[in-house]
């Protein structure tokens, strides 16, 4: 099949950027590809500097966008799917329920392209928008479930809000899946940043409100531990406040590391030798990031939301959403009972073995391309 992506900044493995959707978007891609489809996703200039057409076998259109918080997105979907009526797409999969809110072009102007989207979150309730935006990201739960040929939900519980919400009978559970580490990747790169393996606990993820780096923080400087904590990520585009609000709340604490913006090998590092991934979010899809740590047989702190809760099958801890005391015993736990914590990574390794390869994942949203799905 000839296949179209459109939603995401660009691809992580070309040009460290994005999070979870552009992360899903590379491995959905690449998965495809060897299993010998044409797949085409579309780029933002910042995310292809080098401008390149072909990468690992994926196509890649660049078209502009206008890089603002609220409009980079939507301006950029619009300009794909204006290109990509003009190309023979069997298949166009908007990712995102922003860009869903344009699914409509293809759908009335190219009848032979089957119409798809991926629901990877409820984005109205990430603490960085305003009130203009979040309505419009609710018009986008809409048009996600209603304008596609199917939609594709990556929790049980995103799909049962469309179920009951809008009353879809459209809408098939595929989670994000993650690749099985296979072998060592050592400790280099971790060192140069201060790093000693496993003393340390990691959050990874962009630095915005609703990710809660303020809360592992403030919970973590209750800690009496000579462990370190790292903050990983970089700030969304020119907004720099939470930023430095984070920054503000670590001051004095030298334990306390950011290191930007990280992938590739150093990335991979950072993940297999924490003592264990903190995410306490407020608001998920299907945290990729949650999936990568598991992987690796880490243990994670969470926090209690549904979309979290389903992933740890008793192999990680949960925690209240904003209880910042809860967060500070949890990772005490975590330093009192360092087996135990070594024990829980392990049994999640194995709760990605079984349920989130990528290679099941890929087959099931192949079906969806096919319409060969059922519920």
Known sequence: ???????????????????????????????????????????????????????????????????????????????????????????????????????????????????????????????????????????????????????????????????????????????????????????????????????????????????????????FRNLNTDYKLVIAGSAAFDDVAYLEQLKKLAKGDSRIVFTGHLGGNTLKQLIANCTAIVHPSRSEGLSVVILEAMSYGRMVIMSDIPENLELIDHSGIAVPVGDIPGLASAMQWVLDNIEMAEERGLRAREVIRRLYSWESVTKRVEKVYKNKMTN
């Open 1 to 219: 099949m000839r296949i179209a992506m459109i939603g995401a900044k660009g691809l992580p493995g070309l040009q460290p950027v994005g999070g979870g959707i552009e992360t899903h978007v590379e491995n959905l891609a690449k998965h495809l590809v060897a299993q010998g489809h044409k797949v085409t996703v579309y780029v933002r200039p910042y995310a292809n500097p080098a401008n390149k057409t072909v990468w690992e076998g994926i196509h890649l259109v660049t078209l502009q966008s206008w890089h603002r918080k609220n409009f980079d997105a939507i301006t950029h979907t619009l300009l794909s799917s204006i290109h990509a009526l003009s190309e023979p797409y069997d298949v166009i999969h908007y990712h995102g329920i922003g860009p869903s809110t344009l699914c409509w072009i293809p759908r009335l102007f190219n009848r032979k392209a089957r119409v798809i989207v991926t629901f990877h979150s409820r984005d109205q309730f990430h603490e960085k928008w305003g009130l203009f935006a979040r309505m419009y990201l609710a018009f986008g739960e809409w048009t996600a479930v209603h304008l596609p040929h199917a939609t594709i939900a990556v929790s049980h519980s995103i799909q049962l809000l469309c179920s009951m919400m809008f009353k879809s009978k459209k809408t098939f559970y595929i989670p994000n899946g993650v690749e099985i580490p296979d072998k060592v990747v050592g400790t280099e790169d971790i060192k140069e940043l201060g790093l000693e393996s496993k003393k340390y606990f990691l959050q990874l993820a962009r630095l915005v409100p609703h990710k809660a780096q303020d809360d592992t923080i403030k919970a």
